[in-house]
């Protein structure tokens, strides 16, 4: 979703469709569907456009907008204005399959032409490995990308990138590369370096470390800062038998994310395959303190007491 200045200097933001269910309202509730409303605008004038615009009086949709922000489908930002959660990764992480699922349904009652909603109902679907429905709303979602035009620049990319990650996820990485690839052809795509990785990703699986060594080195090109693309790199070293720059790799990573606990744990094996025991304890400790109770941390907690 844009966040570029419209023309007329006031920024709009879309409306992705979610049910207001209020009292007062028509017996099916009435959506916020592909409405455009300007981010400047307040609480009160957002309330009574929006009454205008459904056909109702302000008090139920002041109910609506307070009862959505309670649940935080709808945000209010100092001098930006009301905005609508768009529906992505985080919202399908945060709220239980089949509430996600429910409320996509909506959405896509709502408009079934947005290439948004099929994208999160891909990501929810893959969530619960349920791949060939995932799969047939990556398909949707590119069918449609070209609709949002300017307002999601880069769309039918990451649904491409989805649809190969989605491949991936089933161990089919032959079938993923053409769909990556894909990803890539559109210009106004802002992270490639994502896709990119990917790519490199799928080359290390299948051993072609030449080319996986290509697509890491081209997803650092495009962002230095992307401290996966640095770990995954370091994991290519390792596979050409170049330890020492493997471990310069892990070093980049941790230092664009020092809290970075694989890279960590990584680096600590490294270390103890060189023989420097003592950096080897240092990393595993930074490793239980990051990630007490995860799985690096367990591990780096057995791999310490084997060492003292």
Same mark, same amino acid.
């Given at each position: !979703? ?7 200097? =006031? ?6 469709? %979610? ?19 300007? &981010? ?6 957002? &309330? @009574?456009?929006? &009454?205008?615009?459904?056909? +109702? ?6 109910? /609506? ?9 709808? +945000?209010?930002?100092?001098?930006? *204005? ?27 009652? /709502? ?12 990501? @929810?679907?893959? #969530?619960? $490995? #349920? ?32 649809? *190969? ?7 089919? %990485? ?8 894909? @990803? ?5 795509? $802002? ?5 990119? %990785? ?8 299948? #051993? ?7 697509? @890491?080195?081209?997803?650092? $090109? ?28 892990? #070093? ?21 395959? !060189? ?6 304890? $240092? ?11 995860? =799985?690096?941390?367990?591990? &780096? ?8």
């Amino acid at each position: !979703m844009s966040s570029e200045p419209a023309p007329s200097g =006031r920024r709009e933001v879309r409306m992705t469709p %979610y049910s207001i269910a209020a009292e007062g309202m028509p017996p099916k509730p009435r959506l916020i569907a592909s409405t455009r409303l300007s &981010a400047s605008a307040d609480f009160d004038r957002l &309330a @009574a456009d929006l &009454a205008r615009r459904h056909g +109702t009086s302000t008090n139920p949709v002041r109910e /609506a907008l307070q009862l959505l922000r309670g649940e935080g489908f709808v +945000t209010f930002a100092l001098n930006r *204005g009301a905005r609508v959660r768009p529906i992505d990764q985080d919202f399908v992480r945060d709220i239980s399959e089949i509430g996600a699922l429910i409320e996509l349904r909506k959405a896509a009652a /709502a408009n079934p032409t947005d290439p948004e909603v099929y994208y999160a109902y891909a990501m @929810a679907y893959w #969530k619960s $490995e #349920k791949f060939d429905k995932a799969l047939e709303n990556v398909d949707k979602a590119i069918e449609y990308a070209d609709r949002l035009d300017v307002e999601h620049p880069g769309l039918k990319s990451e649904a491409y990138n989805l649809k *190969g990650t989605l491949f991936v996820a089933q161990g089919k %990485y032959d079938e993923s590369v053409p769909y990556f690839k894909k @990803a890539l052809e559109d210009e106004l795509y $802002e992270t490639p370096e994502f896709v990119l %990785y990917n790519l490199a990703t799928v080359y290390l699986q299948k #051993k072609h470390l030449p080319l996986a060594f290509e697509y @890491a080195q081209k997803a650092l $090109e495009r962002n230095a800062h992307y401290a996966p693309a640095w770990h995954l790199l370091s994991k290519i070293y390792v596979a050409q038998g170049r330890p020492d720059d493997a471990v310069g790799a892990l #070093k980049h990573a941790i230092l664009e994310f020092p809290g970075y606990a694989e890279a960590r744990w990584d680096l600590a094996g490294l270390y103890l395959q !060189m023989g420097a025991r003592e950096l080897a304890k $240092e990393q595993l400790v930074q490793v239980i303190q990051m990630d007490p109770g995860g =799985r690096y941390g367990a591990m &780096a907690v057995e791999r310490f007491k084997e060492l003292e």
